[in-house]
């Protein structure tokens, strides 16, 4: 999506538990003297005219201490606030995040926390985190014009209760909603195929010339169609959507269909025929039969031997060890035959729980302008991007044309970046546009974006299920039936696909045993969830 509304160009205003919590201290050492009676500039900089000082809790990925990170200083500068990180390794965040909460010594604000739906609305009507709305309407005018220009970044903020507890990470330029598929240029060249499978039996017929026609060119039966991997939380997870959409399925748990209401892709017939085409790959020798057992390591050493006809990977050619070109095509989502077009998820861009103001804040007012200003264009391209003249400079910026400056030393940008921001591999609260990255892609990144333009976007790529709250007592049921729903439809998904179980012959079953666990309830529960977010 290419942000450049009028209402965007407005935006331009402005043992575990000792060790994790010990050094939290006081508010009254951290927090400034005067914090509470500082006086708040709605608009213009610095946001307060004393120096203001308070704490925040953050994921920390280890690459800088955030005291010395350059956009930190420069965010001080700016606005006369700053802060003492109370942060903990992002592998053990919510180990400390559980712990703050239940020894009621909080931060005053929690940085890219990723606070669920249930904690906001546990914690806000404990009265643990501030509702945020009335702040939002005095003191940031950044964020509130975008969620007048996008409503659905207001619905899904909003909890049941009608409050707003936290500030989200806003991803308008990242479309995908899972790694994409990706064909093996090289073996599309061997085979002499220049037109990309549409339908399921084309992509058979793809899978299977590659088992058999040797298109690595080595003389050895060593190709393997299609591979998978399996993590402790899903089996097959980085091809299941992909191969989901084909029968009409736009997501693993949960998506709403045309007519607005909520189903359980599990027990849903175009979920059967899933089943039973991934059964005749495995059947067939297509689908790589370690691909319930072998990790992203195993599979990335096949993809470097030029083993892998079509992968899932954030970009082909890390997967192969090769350079970044444009030989590896996207895939083309395939659709059954029985199925008009295929079904495709495409992300919502919004994700709640990345800022939140605590009862402990000496100066919610102060904590809301600081943070409004990531939701700027100009907080925007300083968080994400780092300070003008380090790693990027203006060619137009009028226009907010950009381009890249090399890093020094041969060193990698992204691991410059990752010393200069906070905003690196955590769920930081911001908005990222193309505008942000306006001069700064290279001619990889434009074939890539045209790839996911033609390809996914102009064939209909929608939202399978938009984020939303579920109450604290509806969130409780959920978590207790999902506990066991999720473990058996895992269990039963490798079972059909490999032949363990009869798909025709155990479907019936299958399905009345989801029933009883209660399945149908979880889709009633979201259903309620998801017409009051509509009703918002």
């Known amino acids: 999506m290419n942000v450049r509304s009028k209402a965007w160009k407005l935006l331009m205003i402005g043992g575990l538990g000792a060790s994790l919590l010990a050094g939290c201290g006081s508010k009254e050492e951290a927090a400034s003297p005067d914090a509470k009676n500082a006086e708040v500039k709605k608009e213009g900089f610095p946001i307060v005219e004393a120096p203001l000082k308070m704490t925040m809790m953050a994921p920390d990925t280890g690459v800088q201490n955030w005291e010395d990170m350059v956009v930190l200083k420069e965010m001080e500068k700016l606005t006369n606030i700053s802060f003492e990180y109370k942060n903990a390794p992002k592998d053990s965040f919510e180990t400390k995040k559980n712990l703050v909460f239940a020894s009621e010594d909080y931060p005053d604000v929690f940085y890219a926390a990723g606070l669920t739906p249930s904690e906001q609305l546990k914690y806000g009507e404990q009265g643990v985190l501030l509702p945020l709305e ?10 509130k014009a975008l969620m007048d220009e996008y409503p659905d970044v207001r619905k899904s903020i909003t909890a049941p209760d009608g409050h707003i507890y936290s500030l989200p990470v806003i991803e308008f330029s990242q479309h995908w909603y899972r790694n994409p598929l990706w064909y093996n240029g090289s073996y599309l060249e061997a085979l002499g195929i220049d037109k990309l499978p549409e339908t399921t039996e084309e992509l058979y017929t793809y899978l299977k010339r590659v088992k058999e026609e040797d298109p690595n060119g080595n003389g050895k039966a060593d190709e393997i169609p299609i591979s998978s991997v399996t993590t402790p939380a899903a089996n097959i997870r980085d091809i299941r ?35 039973k085409y991934m059964n005749r790959l495995w059947t ?26 079509l992968f899932s990977a954030w970009h082909a050619y890390q997967l192969l060890g090769t350079e970044a070109s444009d030989k590896d095509p996207m895939f083309l989502p395939v ?31 102060a904590s809301m302008r600081w943070a409004d200003y990531l939701y700027s ?6 968080f994400n991007k780092g300070p003008e003249g380090t790693l990027w400079e203006y060619t137009n910026k009028e226009d907010h044309t950009k381009k890249a400056i090399p890093a020094p030393d041969g060193k990698d940008s ?25 001069g700064l892609t290279t001619e990889f990144d434009e074939w890539v ?29 959920i978590n207790s039936l999902n506990s066991d729903l999720s473990t058996y439809v895992k269990q039963m998904e490798a079972k059909f696909i490999t032949g363990a179980e009869s798909v025709d012959g155990g479907w019936d079953a299958y399905v009345d045993t989801l029933k009883k666990m209660g399945a149908e309830r979880v889709a009633e529960i979201n259903q309620g969830a998801y017409d009051r977010w509509k009703a918002n």
């Open 284 to 309: 067939d020798d297509l689908l790589d039969h370690e691909s319930f057992s072998q990790t992203a390591e195993q599979k990335q050493a096949k993809g470097e031997s030029n083993q892998l006809g």
């Open 377 to 382: 264009y100009e907080g925007s391209v300083l």
């Open 414 to 438: 992204e691991e410059i970046r990752s010393t200069l921001t906070p905003n690196y591999g955590i769920p930081a609260p911001t908005i990222l546009t193309d505008e942000v990255n306006k």
């Open 134 to 143: 009335d702040l939002i309407d005095e003191y940031a005018p950044n964020f």
């Open 335 to 365: 659709h059954a035959e029985n199925v008009e077009k295929a079904a495709i998820a495409k992300n919502g861009g919004i994700k709640t729980g990345a800022f939140a103001i605590t009862k402990t804040n000496p100066n919610p007012a």
């Open 449 to 477: 974006n045209n790839e996911t333009q033609t390809k996914l976007l102009d064939n209909g790529a929608r939202v399978p299920f938009p984020a939303l709250f579920l109450t604290v007592e509806e969130q409780s049921e």
């Open 241 to 275: 959507t992909w191969m989901l959409g084909a029968f009409g399925i736009y997501e693993e748990t949960l998506f709403v269909d045309d007519n607005d209401v909520v189903r359980y892709s599990p027990i849903e017939e175009g979920y059967k025929e899933y089943l």
